[in-house]
C-alpha cells in the first residue's frame, strides 16, 4: 500500500498539470477527464517501476502522453466523420478566442506526436533528455523535432502577422 | 543564440495556454469510456441466461464467457490464507479517486477464487469476483500480479504481465471460443493456445517501459471461426 500512497501523492501534486496538458492534446474535455483516469490507473498498475523512477512528475506525464496518443489514434476516423457532419469543430473546449486560434494552430501544424512534444517542452518545461526518457527518442532526435516544430510554428504565426500587417 | 531567442519566442506564443481550465478525476458511475462497456454486455448476458432458465453457479455473473470457472468452488481452487491475504490486502491494484481526495481501490473478493491454470514455472492463474467495478479479477500468483476487468465479444482477452530485465511473464484469460492469443513483445512476435479460458508466455527479460511506451503491443485475440479481435484495432501491427 506504501506504493500505493506514492502514486496518490504523485498524482494528487500533479493531476491539475496533466489533466491541462491532456485537454490541450484532445481537445475533449470528456476525453480528457477519461484520459486523466486512465493516466491514473496505469501509474497504479506500474506503480512498483516508481521505487526505480528518478523523475516521478516525467514518469507520470509518459504515461499520460501515451494515453493521449493513443486515444488521437483511435479517434482520428470518428473525428474526421464528426468535423464532415458538424461543419465545423465539434470538440473545441473554450470560449477564449485567442487561446482556441492557438489549439487551432498546434493541431494545424504539428502531428500529434509533435505536439506532445512541443507542450511537455514549452509548456509544461521538460528538458530534452527527459522527454527522451519518456519517449525512447534519442536526445538528438528529439531536439531535432522540437526544432522543426518549432519553425514551423514560429514561421507560420510570423506570416499570419505580416498578413494582419 | 538564436534558439535560445526562438525558445522564448515560443514559450510566449504558448503562454496562453497557461489559461486552459483542466479536467478532474471522476467518480466511476461518471465514466464514459470503453472498459465499462464490457461490464455493461456481461450483465445482459448474465440476465439473459437466468431468464431462460439456466442454472447460475455461485460467481457465474463475474464468470460469464469463462467456462472453465463456471463450477463450485473445489478445494484446488481455493486460495492459500498468504495469497487471501494479498488479495484482500491489495485488491487488483488500481481504483479511483474519491470527489474528497480518497483512494478508493477496487477489491477481489478471495473466497470467490476460481483456478485456471499452473504455468510452467509453478506460477498459478486465478479468476476472482470483482467488488463492483469490473467484474473480474485474474490473479497470478507467485508473481504476485492482479488486475480488474472483464472479457466479452469486443474485447475477449484481460491479461497481467510482469516484464523486468530478468524474466518475462504474461497471462491471462480468454472468452469462450479464443483458441489462441498473438502479441508483440520487444519486437517479437508471439503467439500461445488457450486451455481452458488461460494462456500464458514466459520469455526472456525485456527493457522496462519507464516513459510509459508499450512493451506489449498488438494483443490480439484468435476465435475457432478464423476471426480475429485485436484488443486496439487502431494499432499498427503488420
Known amino acids: 500500500m506504501a506504493a500505493d500512497s506514492a502514486v496518490e501523492e504523485l498524482f494528487r501534486a500533479h493531476a491539475q498539470e496533466v489533466g491541462r496538458y491532456l485537454v490541450a492534446m484532445v481537445r475533449d474535455r470528456s476525453l480528457a477527464e477519461d484520459l486523466l483516469q486512465d493516466t491514473f490507473c496505469d501509474a497504479l498498475r506500474a506503480r512498483e517501476q516508481l521505487r526505480h523512477v528518478e523523475n516521478e512528475r516525467a514518469w507520470l506525464y509518459g504515461i499520460a502522453r501515451h494515453r ?12 474526421r466523420a464528426l468535423v464532415r457532419l458538424a461543419g465545423s469543430r465539434e470538440v473545441a473546449v473554450e470560449s477564449d478566442e485567442a487561446l482556441v486560434a492557438l489549439l487551432d494552430l498546434l493541431e494545424r501544424e504539428l502531428d500529434p506526436e509533435s505536439r506532445a512534444l512541443v507542450l511537455l517542452r514549452y509548456v509544461h518545461g521538460f528538458r530534452a533528455a527527459e522527454l527522451a526518457e519518456m519517449t525512447g527518442l534519442s536526445p538528438e532526435a528529439v531536439r531535432q523535432r522540437l526544432a522543426r516544430g518549432r519553425a514551423r510554428l514560429l514561421a507560420t504565426t510570423s506570416t499570419e502577422g505580416k498578413k494582419e500587417e | 543564440m538564436l534558439r535560445e531567442i526562438d525558445d522564448i519566442r515560443m514559450s510566449e506564443l504558448l503562454a496562453p495556454l497557461a489559461r486552459l481550465e483542466s479536467v478532474a478525476l471522476h467518480e466511476p458511475g461518471e465514466r464514459r469510456s470503453r472498459r465499462l462497456r464490457p461490464i455493461f454486455a456481461v450483465a445482459v448476458v448474465a440476465a439473459a441466461l437466468a431468464v431462460t432458465g439456466v442454472a447460475i453457479a455461485a460467481g457465474f455473473g463475474a464468470f460469464a464467457n469463462i467456462s472453465a470457472a463456471q463450477h463450485p468452488q473445489a478445494s484446488a481452487d481455493q486460495l492459500s490464507p ?47 469476483e470483482e467488488s463492483g467495478f469490473a467484474p473480474l479479477c485474474i490473479l497470478l500468483e507467485g508473481a504476485g500480479l492482479s488486475i480488474c476487468g472483464g472479457v466479452d465479444e469486443t474485447h475477449p ?11 518475462s511473464i504474461l497471462a491471462g484469460v480468454a472468452m469462450d471460443g479464443v483458441k489462441s492469443v498473438s502479441f508483440k513483445i520487444g519486437g517479437k512476435d508471439v503467439t500461445v493456445p488457450v486451455s481452458d479460458n488461460a494462456w500464458a508466455y514466459e520469455g526472456p527479460g525485456e527493457p522496462t517501459n519507464v516513459g510509459g511506451a508499450p512493451l506489449i503491443t498488438c494483443v490480439t485475440a484468435h476465435l475457432a471461426d478464423g476471426s480475429s479481435v485485436p484488443e486496439d484495432p487502431s494499432e499498427a501491427c503488420s
Not at chain 2, 477496487?106 to 491454470?117: A, I, K, M
Not at chain 2, 484481460?158 to 530478468?166: E, G, N, R, V, Y
Open chain 1, 68 to 79: 493521449a496518443l493513443r486515444a488521437l489514434r483511435r479517434g482520428r476516423r470518428l473525428h
Open chain 2, 157 to 167: 482477452v484481460l491479461q497481467t504481465a510482469s516484464i523486468s530485465s530478468d524474466s
Open chain 2, 82 to 128: 498468504g495469497t487471501a491475504a494479498f488479495v484482500a490486502r491489495e485488491g487488483c491494484g488500481t481504483g479511483h479517486m474519491s470527489a474528497d481526495g480518497r483512494f478508493i481501490p477496487y477489491t477481489c473478493d478471495p473466497g470467490s477464487s476460481r483456478l485456471l491454470s499452473t504455468l510452467p514455472n509453478g506460477d498459478k492463474l486465478y479468476v476472482l
